[in-house]
């Protein structure tokens, strides 16, 4: 099989999945039996000054989709409510006891640099492998100047990744948050710092839901709420975006990124890495199925690299980055239409539904005594795809390229853009 051993910011592990810090680093219990089912690493759950903070009943809500739970997953819990020592020295056995697997420590201490001295001399006498910044959660330790209030200010965000780099050996990576208009700030200040890598997405802010009898959102506190953190596979989308703007940067070229957000199955994890991360965390999908799924991780991304003939992840990482252009680059005269192939269309109506009520009226209902029949009308059809996406079959709606004989334009250079170049 394909080699997925990973090599992250001078970082080794056997493969590229290692937990995200979460519920399930919390505690070596945890995170032995997620190293025993074979993930390559984890990021314990983020540490803290003590006395420890204290976290709330109840913690998590859900968002369910069409009969889907999780779809989107949201928490008000904040860093971990243990003792220091107690974690320090839980860190500190389980890197004896598993040299080969990542073993990151996630940190939140108060904005001040003896603060984060103090703590990361704590950490690097673990024996642990690297520290990851949590400058990305938006909810609880927010309201006390840490987390995403650090993330969402580059000068703070590089400042205190100089003090970690000047303070401590280990290589030093800084969790970024979404909630900023643009992810490129953040990224570039880290860089900037001298951050060895970055970790993105943390989660954003949210409200899952509200509580119709209490009156109050979710999850609820003794009838009363607040936002929390949304991930889960809802939010793949977004970190995607935001992997692939830092990749393809080029103030943070060679920045190692370690990519995060709604990744459950390898599929996800191609895709990331495609975009430009070198290693993946998974969270949402590890609370909700187990630690057991990284058998399904390792040997589906191993099987597909070696259908598609990666001998290892370098072949893999970033590949995709070359196609991610902005707008204004994409071939204004490329034409596509839709295709429905009749043997496995069930006549349910939904493509022509969608095209008549809300698109561009490209497919055609005809009755056949008793029976219907759809087919697209090609001069119509502008290529959107609604069809494809609303049609409940696989495969059934197909998009097929046409050719125009146009030569390719784009809006750069289209008659239509008063602001054309000649």
Same mark, same amino acid.
């Given at each position: 099989m394909a080699d997925l051993r990973t090599r992250f910011a001078g970082i080794a592990s056997p493969n590229p999945f290692w937990l995200a810090s979460a519920p399930p680093t919390d505690k070596e219990y945890n995170v032995v039996r997620a190293f025993k089912a074979g993930w390559g690493g984890a990021v314990w759950k983020t540490l803290g000054e003590d006395p420890p903070i204290v976290n709330t009943a109840s913690r998590y809500g859900t968002l369910e989709v069409g009969g889907m739970r999780m779809v989107g997953f949201n928490n008000i819990e904040l860093i971990t409510d243990r003792p220091l020592e107690v974690n320090l020295r839980e @860190? !500190?056995? /389980?890197? =004896? *006891?598993?040299?080969? =697997? *990542? #073993? @990151? @420590?996630s940190l939140m201490v108060p904005c001040e640099e003896e603060s984060w001295k103090q703590i990361l001399k704590r950490v690097e006498a673990t024996g642990a492998?690297? +520290? &990851? #910044?949590?400058?990305?959660?938006?909810?609880? $330790?927010? &309201? =006390?100047? $840490?987390?995403? !209030?650090?993330?969402?200010?580059?000068?703070? +965000? &590089? $400042? /205190?990744t100089r003090w970690c780099k000047a303070h401590s050996r280990m290589p030093v990576l800084v969790k970024l948050t979404p909630n900023i208009t643009s992810i490129l700030g953040p990224a570039r200040a880290a860089k900037r710092g001298g951050a060895d890598g970055v970790s993105l997405i943390n989660t954003l802010n949210s409200v899952i839901g509200v509580d119709l009898d209490q009156m109050a959102p979710m999850p609820t506190v003794a009838g009363k709420g607040t936002h929390g953190g949304y991930c889960g596979p809802a939010v793949k989308p977004i970190a995607l975006h935001m992997v692939a703007e830092i990749a393809r940067d080029p103030e943070c070229a060679g920045l190692p990124i370690s990519g995060i957000g709604g990744i459950a199955t390898w599929r996800d994890a191609a895709e990331f890495l495609a975009l430009g991360a070198s290693? /993946?965390? +998974?969270?949402?999908? !590890? $609370?909700?199925y187990g630690f057991k799924i990284a058998d399904d991780l390792v040997d589906g991304l191993g099987n597909w690299m070696d259908e598609k003939g990666y001998a290892d992840l370098g072949g893999l990482v970033a590949r995709a980055v070359p196609n991610v252009t902005d707008w204004q680059h994409l071939d204004l005269n490329y034409k596509t239409v839709a295709r429905i192939d009749q043997d496995l269309c069930i006549k349910c109506g939904l493509c022509h539904i969608a095209c008549e009520d809300t698109s561009h009226q490209a497919v055609a209902q005809h009755k056949n005594g008793a029976g219907r029949r759809y087919e697209v009308i090609d001069q119509e059809c502008v290529g959107c795809n609604l069809c494809m996406h609303a049609c409940p079959v696989t495969g059934c709606i197909s998009m097929v390229e046409i050719e125009t004989g146009l030569p390719t334009v784009t809006w750069k250079e289209h008659p239509n853009n008063p602001m054309r170049r000649a």
């Open positions: @860190i !500190a056995q /389980v890197k =004896r *006891a598993w040299p080969d =697997r *990542a #073993l @990151i @420590i492998d690297g +520290v &990851e #910044l949590n400058f990305g959660c938006p909810h609880g $330790m927010s &309201e =006390r100047g $840490m987390g995403s !209030a650090v993330g969402q200010v580059p000068d703070y +965000v &590089e $400042m /205190v290693t /993946v965390q +998974v969270c949402t999908a !590890a $609370m909700h």
